[in-house]
């Protein structure tokens, strides 16, 4: 049987065929993707994992249309992103990425409401008032819009970056470290919110994250090692994740 490497598989919200990432020239060179070949499902949820320096982030703004590999291609929605105009690939983020950050990001000067409706209005773009009315009562939010950022809680403001990643029924969400800056009641409701977007919502959603608690909460957990895909989980809990990471770190000592 011969695959097609340089198809996405149906069904991938997100693809990567042979994704190479070279930094840097000759002796300060650094393979920060190694040949990745990945699909990225739809309607599901997904944890990269990996040792600091393994080349999760770089992946991700690979596929997020924010960097451009070295070689090798990415898809998102079946649409190979190294074809794409600068324009193109602008307009392909607002309208099919979201994404939500470590450092939720959002704008302080601005209402809870006008920050999540911001990507919206930027395209120019109304958002549909059912599914505003569904997401901010799912981030439960409904009593805090006309609140700025900084009268608001961290876990309060990621629910809001979450909320502003979802308005607009992105393709996929990508979430770099969303719960880094949480405590753990926070964060588990910013998981929370994410699982149920997967769940009930049917989002498709792909977060970078350290914390085995955090990935418990997806459905399949990816490792990354030196720019290598090397072990994948279904179903993941918090043991099967560490002693996942535990064959990850070479023995010390
Ligand atoms: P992770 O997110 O797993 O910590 P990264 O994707 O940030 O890993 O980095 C992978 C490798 O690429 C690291 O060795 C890092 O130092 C290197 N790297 C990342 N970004 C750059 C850059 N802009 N310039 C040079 N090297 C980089």
Same mark, same amino acid.
């Given at each position: 049987?011969? =695959? ?10 997100? #693809?990567?065929?042979? +994704? ?11 393979? /920060? ?5 990945? *699909? ?13 320096? #393994? ?5 991700? &703004?690979?596929?997020?249309?924010? %960097? ?5 291609? $990415?898809?998102?929605?079946?649409? @190979? ?9 602008? $307009? ?19 209402? /809870? ?5 911001? @990507?919206? $209005? ?24 006309? &609140?700025?950022?900084?009268?608001? !809680? ?11 990643? +979802?308005?607009?029924? @992105? ?12 405590? !753990?009641?926070?964060? $588990?409701?910013?998981?929370?919110? +994410?699982?149920?977007?997967? *769940? ?9 994250? &350290? ?7 997806? %459905? ?8 290598? =895909?090397?072990?994948?989980?279904? *179903? @993941?809990?918090? *043991? !099967? ?13």
């Amino acid at each position: 049987m011969t =695959t097609d490497l340089a198809a996405p598989t149906t069904g991938a919200a997100a #693809s990567a065929r042979d +994704l190479v990432k070279i930094y840097g020239k000759d002796e300060t060179e650094v393979r /920060a993707l190694d040949g990745v070949t990945i *699909d990225l499902y739809a309607r599901e949820f997904t944890a990269i994992m990996g040792p600091s320096g #393994s080349g999760k982030s770089t992946l991700m &703004h690979c596929l997020a249309a924010l %960097d451009t590999p070295t070689s090798g291609e $990415a898809f998102v929605g079946g649409t @190979p992103l190294g074809g794409l105009k600068d324009k193109q690939l602008t $307009a392909l983020r607002r309208e099919q990425i979201g994404f939500v950050f470590q450092a939720f990001n959002l704008v302080p000067t601005l209402t /809870a409401e006008e920050n999540i409706t911001l @990507p919206l $209005a930027l395209a120019g773009r109304k958002p549909d008032p059912a599914w505003f009315d569904q997401v901010v009562d799912a981030v439960g939010l409904r009593d805090r819009l006309k &609140h700025k950022p900084s009268e608001m !809680s961290g876990g309060q403001q990621q629910r809001a970056a979450c909320a502003r990643a +979802l308005v607009s029924q @992105p393709s996929i969400v990508f979430a770099d470290e969303p719960t880094g800056n949480l405590d !753990s009641t926070s964060g $588990a409701e910013v998981l929370g919110f +994410l699982r149920r977007s997967v *769940d009930e919502f049917g989002q498709t959603i792909v977060m970078v994250t &350290h914390d085995p608690v955090a990935a418990a909460y997806t %459905d399949r957990v990816v490792f990354l090692a030196d720019g290598k =895909t090397v072990d994948e989980l279904r *179903d @993941p809990d918090r *043991d !099967s994740i560490l002693d996942a990471m535990a064959r990850l770190t070479p023995a010390v000592g």
